[in-house]
């Protein structure tokens, strides 16, 4: 099992930067995604990176513009998130999902966080 804490969101101006973590306490020996859920929307794929970080999918969105990365010594995961829009407002979650698919559906994972805020101003 394991439990998620994400960090680093806030409000920024359009074009700006943030990098979003995802600390994981207990095992750490899952693909981790993220993922974001805007007012009134599904909750939708934004990146994941495979157990050895090696291995990258990104949402077309933000291909380019966002980063995935993670630390395994440090059981933790990152988002880099440069060229930010308004339409990247949302709440960023991370997952972790536990049988090694990189997979973009929320429902094939099986832990999450409990959000951060991303405010992108015009």
């Known amino acids: 099992q394991v439990q998620l804490v994400e960090s680093g969101g806030g409000l920024v101006q359009a074009g700006g930067s943030l990098r979003l973590s995802c600390a994981a306490s207990?095992?750490?020996?899952?693909?981790m995604g993220w993922f974001r859920q805007a007012p009134g929307k599904e909750r939708e794929f934004v990146a994941a990176v495979s157990r050895s970080g090696r291995s990258t999918v990104y949402a077309d969105s933000v291909k380019g513009r966002f980063t995935i990365s993670r630390d395994n010594a440090k059981n933790t995961m990152y988002l880099q998130m440069n060229g930010l829009k308004p339409e990247d407002t949302a709440v960023f979650y991370c997952?972790?999902?536990?049988?090694?698919?990189?997979?973009?559906?929320?429902?094939?994972?099986?832990?999450w966080g409990q959000g951060t805020q991303v405010t992108v101003s015009s």
């Open positions: 997952a972790a999902e536990s049988s090694g698919l990189l997979t973009r559906t929320p429902g094939e994972h099986d832990y």
């Open positions: 207990g095992r750490f020996s899952y693909t």
